[in-house]
């Protein structure tokens, strides 16, 4: 079954990441993007997650993952080789409201990441559902190849237009007919 695309508002969500390699700092770097709530919990720590730690001030414990971990806490990433660990995470999440992603075992997730771009307040995510991470990070890049520029700053215009015009039919033509030309403009 296919994973349903939703875009969280993470303002408020502590994610609780556990795992300190090079999977580990792939997940926190695209976190980044979005938060800074995260709680690192890894046996070992490679050099650039100690980099990221230290430059966020990230709260880190140097040691074994326990149950009582997950309290508090809205997301879990377990970026661990350990499968046993893995399903022992996912189990505990079971019946809480802590959504779990289990690192390449989609049997252990609530949730996936998908490859996305992130340009200022645009953000395009793209999945296969598992089926193909690779094709997903290259299409990502094909995409990303072809927007346009000065998208922040369209982005940016429309931001104000919603917030300064009143609400009604005509901000909507307004702000429809602006987003078809701009599209519009930049079509092969």
Do not use: W
Request: net charge negative; charged share 25%.
């Amino acid at each position: 079954m296919s994973y349903f695309p939703a875009f969280l508002k993470m303002d408020d969500r502590q994610i609780l990441l556990v795992g300190g390699g090079k999977i580990a700092q792939e997940k926190l770097e695209k976190l980044l993007q979005f938060t800074e709530h995260i709680k690192i919990i890894a046996t070992e720590i490679s050099q650039p997650m100690q980099t990221l730690i230290d430059h966020h001030a990230f709260a880190y414990e140097k040691r074994a993952f326990q149950e009582q971990d997950l309290e508090g806490v809205d997301l879990v990433i377990v970026a661990i080789d350990d499968l046993d660990l893995q399903a022992s995470i996912y189990h505990q999440t079971r019946g809480t409201h802590i959504l779990c992603n289990a690192v390449d075992n989609t049997d252990y997730c609530d949730f996936i990441f998908g490859s996305f771009i992130k340009e200022g307040d645009l953000t395009i995510a793209i999945s296969t559902s598992g089926s193909s991470p690779a094709f997903a990070k290259h299409f990502r890049r094909y995409l990303q190849q072809r927007l346009p520029t000065n998208i922040n700053d369209f982005l940016k215009e429309m931001k104000k237009l919603r917030s300064t015009l009143p609400k009604g039919k005509e901000r909507m033509a307004l702000l429809e007919e602006k987003a078809q030309a701009f599209i519009q403009s930049f079509k092969d």
